[in-house]
């Protein structure tokens, strides 16, 4: 929302608890907005006030920390802890967002951050919520974690780690994990990113079988054989032929071969089987 605001674009704020009516803010210049109160039936604006964009940012901010501390220490329990979480991750984004656009005149160059312990509390638990995801993985953190992994001294920790970093129902946190082991492999992740096989994910997969041929063993020889039958996604197979020229032996020139010669295969697999031939003959 903020960014949304702070850039210039129109900005969707809230729906009022009179559910015909909805907030909504249309850029005027580069210092004020247009806020406006519009009629969801057919869209038209009941007020419309044009209002400074910081004063505007700044009090949406005051207004989401108020309701939060009042929601937080509320009898009836409003917010379960993934919620209070949420709250906590924006507000501390939207605070340090301000004050560097208040400095700078623009939000390019920022990067945002989370705290370490909230970081580690949205992939053990609060993984489900969606923006939570979606802002984790505008940050540097998840490499940042992944490169501290790889210095922790307990294996069973880091290996812990690596399940609940690979392994999600969703895609964002993993892809992010298998990017950053690609850079700087760790051996104790090995069984998770052998495991992201199964879970068929073409936005981790690929990314895991190339920290895995820097891992090297006969177990990511197997995955990467067994992967191109089961995938269902033609980047993963090609991926997985790809990296099937790590591996020469006898078994995986003539799956290779059949994978060429298959002509129900995609020309874009065959022709990855075509260059992974030809590298194991150079």
Request: aromatic share 6%.
């Amino acid at each position: 929302m903020i960014p949304d605001i702070l850039d210039g674009n129109e900005a969707w704020l809230l729906r009022y608890a009179d559910y015909h009516k909805r907030i909504q803010t249309r850029p005027i210049d580069t210092e004020r907005v247009l806020l406006e109160i519009v009629s969801v039936k057919d869209e038209e604006p009941i007020v419309a006030v044009p209002v400074d964009t910081q004063e505007l940012c700044e009090e949406l901010v005051a207004a989401a920390d108020s309701f939060y501390r009042r929601a937080k220490d509320d009898e009836f329990e409003l917010l379960n802890e993934c919620d209070e979480l949420a709250f906590e991750v924006w507000i501390n984004d939207a605070d340090m967002r301000l004050n560097y656009y208040n400095k700078q005149g623009t939000q390019d160059g920022y990067v945002p951050i989370i705290g370490r312990e909230q970081l580690k509390r949205v992939i053990a638990d609060c993984h489900h919520i969606d923006r939570l995801r979606e802002f984790v993985v505008q940050t540097d953190d998840i490499e940042s974690l992944v490169n501290d992994l790889s210095d922790v001294g307990n294996d069973k920790k880091a290996k812990k780690w690596y399940k609940e970093l690979l392994l999600s129902a969703e895609t964002e946190i993993p892809s992010e994990t298998a990017k950053a082991l690609a850079k700087n492999p760790d051996e104790r992740a090995r069984e998770a990113l052998v495991q992201t096989r199964w879970k068929d994910q073409a936005e981790v997969v690929p990314h895991a079988f190339e920290t895995l041929v820097e891992l090297g063993g006969e177990d990511v020889r197997d995955a990467l054989l067994e992967t191109i039958g089961f995938t269902r996604h033609e980047s993963i197979r090609v991926a997985a032929v790809e990296c099937l020229s790590a591996f020469d032996d006898a078994e995986v020139r003539q799956r290779l071969q059949e994978v060429v010669e298959d002509e129900e295969k995609s020309e874009e697999v065959r022709q990855a089987a075509r260059e992974s031939l030809a590298s194991l003959d150079s």
